[in-house]
């Protein structure tokens, strides 16, 4: 069995929140009110900081954004 990953361990998966979110010149707060998500949840996603996603949040996103799950998540070199 594997070991169990420590909250301090990376995902090795980045998310993409800023670079498309500067892309197409829309706020955190703007995202927040689209897809009924808290401020407080997104900014954990944008810093690497989550450690899970739902997938009705993932597809929200995607959909405010006009973006593929993989523009969104890729894995980190």
């Known amino acids: ?3 169990a990953e420590s909250d301090d361990e990376a995902t090795g998966i980045h998310c993409r929140l800023d670079e498309l979110l500067a892309e197409r010149g829309m706020t955190l707060t703007k995202l927040s ?3 009924g998500v808290s401020l407080v949840n ?3 996603l944008k810093n690497d900081r989550a450690r899970a996603i739902r997938f009705s949040t993932l597809r929200a996103i995607c959909e405010a ?3 593929e799950v993989g523009e969104l998540l890729v894995l980190d070199d």
């Open 1 to 3: 069995m594997a070991p």
């Open 33 to 35: 009110e689209l897809v």
């Open 42 to 44: 997104l900014s954990v």
């Open 65 to 67: 954004l006009d973006c």
